[in-house]
Nanobody, 120 residues
Framework: QVHLVESGGGWVQSGGSLGPSCAASGSISRFISMGWYLQAPGKERELVATINSGGATNYADSVKGRFTISRDNAQNTVYLQMNSLKPEDTAVYFC??????????????WGRGTQVTVSS
């Protein structure tokens, strides 16, 4: 049983910053990757950023240079520093993680999401 809990979303004006985080808990053997995805109303969920077990990161083109993903392995937590926010960034942001729950078993897990709203 693995749970992901996001926090730190909110409302800001264009150009502002937010720093949501996601904490994983439960039966975790080791992490494969963690990341953030967004979903705007009426649209499919899209990649924002990921970080793998070796620390390599991947970003959507739309957030490169503005967002930074990082992790705290000791706390099983991933962070997303969101700078220079734009109204187009408005969405629900979901935490995702691929986790080994045993030496030979892994699965993908999702948080419930945190709302990010950017006003013009």
């Amino acid at each position: 049983q693995v749970h992901l809990v996001e926090s730190g979303g909110g409302w800001v004006q264009s150009g502002g910053s937010l720093g949501p985080s996601c904490a994983a808990s439960g039966s975790i053997s080791r992490f494969i990757s963690m990341g953030w995805y967004l979903q705007a109303p009426g649209k499919e969920r899209e990649l924002v950023a990921t970080i793998n077990s070796g620390g390599a990161t991947n970003y959507a083109d739309s957030v490169k240079g503005r967002f930074t993903i990082s992790r705290d392995n000791a706390q099983n937590t991933v962070y997303l520093q969101m700078n220079s926010l734009k109204p187009e960034d408005t969405a629900v942001y979901f935490c995702n993680s691929y986790i080994y729950t045993s030496p030979s078993s892994f699965d993908a897990y999702w948080g419930r999401g945190t709302q990010v709203t950017v006003s013009s």
